[in-house]
């Protein structure tokens, strides 16, 4: 990798996978987001609770673009409508 690439700390959102997966009998399930990065660049896995999972859902929609920062492990929504 060249030194440019290895200072990036921001990255754009360019595909979502999301999934849900069984915990046992009568236990709730729990909810992952794969973010890839810059058309799979790199990817981050997020776990949000399932309350913050619908939040994120929304955002998601409603933001014309997305990005991470991979330093802090932040979502950064751009123009919300």
Excluded: C
């Amino acid at each position: 990798m060249s030194d440019y690439t290895e200072k990036i700390q921001v990255r754009q959102v360019t595909d979502i996978h999301s999934n849900w997966s069984e915990q046992g009998d009568e236990a709730p399930g729990k909810f992952s987001f794969q973010l890839v990065l810059d058309n799979g660049a790199e990817e981050r896995v997020i776990r949000p609770t399932s309350e913050d999972a619908d939040v994120l859902m929304d955002l998601f929609a409603a933001g014309e673009s997305l990005y991470f920062d991979l330093g802090r492990g932040v979502l950064l929504f751009r123009d919300i409508t």
